[in-house]
């Protein structure tokens, strides 16, 4: 079967950095997306890995190493706005999005 | 303006009642999808159209039917609401054409919807 698994909870302080793992086994890979969540809001996206290595963008970056079947999103110079879920998805050999059951970050000042 | 708007933001209704959730989007996306967040966050996907044609439906009941009048709407309608359909309803699309487009999905505010 396809499965996604990420830490359920982490908690971070305001100003540090925090990295996220992002686990998959799936069927086929045509890349790997994250996501931000507030709580009561909908997910918007935050980056896409489809080759190996890093993609910076701006205070996050994620990392992917498809051999591994691995990938991390990495969070600087935290805020307490960042204070979300975070939910790694995979697209499968068919084109559909897989979803992990996401990471609740919690900012402590 | 909202890219894309699903109404109402909160739908409390009791068992064995019909209701329906509406969503639309002005990005001119070819692809939208039902997906379903329980109460542990897991976002589940329902439906997907794509030009209005259905291309995946996942194992849900038939109570649920999505509706498309036009490539811009995609509705839900549950009959014989369950109380295991208390959830957050998301309707989301995206544009095709390459991964990265189909991918990245943008996502209605949500229903949330509880079955009493």
């Known amino acids: 079967g396809q499965n996604i698994d990420q830490p359920t909870e982490m908690t971070a302080t305001e100003g540090a950095i925090v990295q996220i793992n992002c686990t998959y086994q799936?069927?086929?890979?045509?890349?790997l997306f994250w996501y931000q969540q507030h709580a009561g809001e909908a997910p918007t996206f935050l980056s896409y890995?489809?080759l190996d290595g890093l993609e910076e963008k701006g205070r996050f970056s994620s990392f992917l190493s498809r051999s591994k079947g691995y990938s991390y999103l990495l969070l600087k110079e935290l805020q307490m706005k960042d204070s979300a879920s975070y939910l790694c998805?995979?697209?499968?050999?068919?084109?559909?999005?897989?979803w992990g059951a996401g990471t609740k970050l919690i900012i402590k000042p | 303006d909202t890219a894309v708007s699903q109404t109402p933001k909160y739908l409390v209704t009791q068992m064995g009642n019909d209701k329906s959730i509406k969503c639309e989007q002005n990005l001119g996306h070819d692809t939208m999808y039902w997906y379903k967040q329980d109460s542990k966050k897991f976002l589940k996907i329902m439906f997907s159209?794509?030009?209005?044609?259905?291309?995946i439906n996942e194992t849900v009941p038939n109570r649920f039917s999505p509706k498309s009048p036009d490539k811009a709407h995609l509705n839900l309608h549950i009959n014989s609401l369950e109380l295991g359909d208390s959830a957050v309803y998301f309707c989301?699309?995206?544009?095709?054409?390459?991964?990265?487009?189909?991918?990245?999905?943008?996502f209605g505010s949500g229903t949330q919807l509880s079955v009493l």
């Open positions: 989301a699309s995206s544009q095709g054409g390459t991964e990265t487009s189909l991918g990245k999905l943008f």
């Open positions: 159209y794509n030009n209005k044609e259905l291309i």
């Open positions: 799936t069927s086929g890979f045509n890349g």
């Open positions: 998805a995979v697209m499968d050999s068919n084109y559909q999005l897989i």
């Open positions: 890995n489809v």
